[in-house]
């Protein structure tokens, strides 16, 4: 059975930094494209960032860019969501994702088919 297990969110001061860990079980990631989703409270899960599976390829919204990274350890099996300069607007639950290298621009929710169950992230002073 897949898992993907998140972990690393807590509550940050605006303008601080936050590393949330996604690990995985019965797959390996090295070999997907990876997503990190948002879910804001009383909004629509949405991309915050996602990268393809020969990290070549990244996308962001222009709200994000700049300020999130994602690398992998793939002796650990685990990615990582750097997240810097945090707003009050990064706040909601965090989601990682695994899937399929997207085409066009952008990726999206449809291109990914193995999800965590979210850890929240509140960014308040």
């Known amino acids: 059975q897949v898992q993907l297990v998140e972990s690393g969110g807590g509550l940050v001061q605006p303008g601080g930094s936050l590393r949330l860990s996604c690990k995985a079980s019965s797959i390996t990631l090295d070999y997907y494209s990876i997503g990190w989703f948002r879910q804001a409270p009383g909004k629509e899960r949405s991309v915050f960032i996602c990268i393809s599976s020969t990290d070549d390829n990244a996308y962001s919204p222009n709200s994000v860019k700049g300020r999130a990274t994602i690398s992998r350890d793939n002796a650990k099996n685990t990615v990582y969501l750097q997240i810097n300069n945090l707003k009050p607007e990064d706040t909601g639950i965090y989601y990682c994702?695994?899937?399929?290298?997207?085409?066009?621009?952008?990726?999206?929710?449809?291109?990914?088919?193995?999800w965590g169950q979210g850890t929240q992230v509140t960014v308040s002073s």
């Open positions: 994702a695994a899937g399929d290298d997207w085409q066009g621009l952008q990726c999206g929710a449809d291109d990914f088919y193995h």
